[in-house]
Antibody, heavy 123, light 111 residues
């Protein structure tokens, strides 16, 4: 079965960096686009970034553009999110999300989500 | 402020029918981008319950249905059960932002 397991949670000071990882299993990781979605405490879902199946295309939300970098290692079935210049409003649970990628739809759904990892930015 | 607009809360008694609306614009739902719906139970990750406007993934009860018209979409839940109490989010794509977008979420309370 599909499993997405995030790691890298922690408390970090404003302005510092943190890297999240997501270990994927149960599907052909190298065939699917992958996303990061975050949820601030008590708030709704916010899309963060996407990377294409082969890593050639990357897109970011305006709120993280220039500070966060999404990447993947298909040989290790792992997705990453490098977060630099962290701010208090980056505090959230970060979810690793698989896109369905059937190609049938104008926008494919997010069919599997990890359990999430909490990032707290605080001095 | 979310790109897609949902009511903050809805409620219904067991057995009743509720609907949750999701209003977008000409650059997202109105542009023809599909709408998906997610259920988030307390302290868990979101789960896909409706995809491409009106399709149910395997394992989702047929009490859940979706529709889309113009710049809006709706999620309907019939025969409400206590286990349906959760937060529900709509999701699509916005071409003016070049971004995947979510609604602000709706908290469903089963009375």
């Amino acid at each position: 079965q599909v499993q997405l397991v995030e790691s890298g949670r922690g408390v970090v000071q404003p302005g510092r960096s943190l890297r999240l990882s997501c270990a994927a299993s149960g599907f052909t990781f190298s065939s699917y686009d992958m996303h990061w979605v975050r949820q601030a405490p008590g708030k709704g879902l916010e899309w963060v970034a996407v990377i294409s199946y082969d890593g050639s295309k990357k897109y970011y939300a305006d709120s993280v553009k220039g500070r966060f970098t999404i990447s993947r290692d298909n040989s290790k079935n792992t997705l990453y999110l490098q977060m630099n210049s962290l701010r208090a409003d980056d505090t959230a649970v970060y979810y690793c999300v698989k896109e369905e990628n059937s190609g049938y739809y104008s926008v494919d759904p997010f069919d599997y989500w990890g359990q999430g990892t909490l990032v707290t930015v605080s001095s | 402020q979310s790109v897609l607009t949902q009511p903050p809360s809805v409620s219904g008694a067991p057995g009743q029918r509720v609907t949750i609306s999701c209003t977008g614009s000409s650059s997202d739902i109105g542009a023809g981008y599909d709408v998906h719906w997610y259920q988030q139970l307390p302290r868990t990750a979101p789960k896909l319950v409706i995809y491409a406007n009106n399709n149910r993934p395997s394992g989702v009860p047929d009490r859940f249905s979706g529709s889309q018209s113009g710049t809006s979409a709706s999620l309907a839940i019939t025969g409400l059960q206590a286990e349906d109490e959760a937060d529900y989010y709509c999701q699509s794509y916005d071409s003016s932002l070049s971004a995947w977008v979510f609604g602000g979420g709706t908290k469903l309370t089963v009375l």
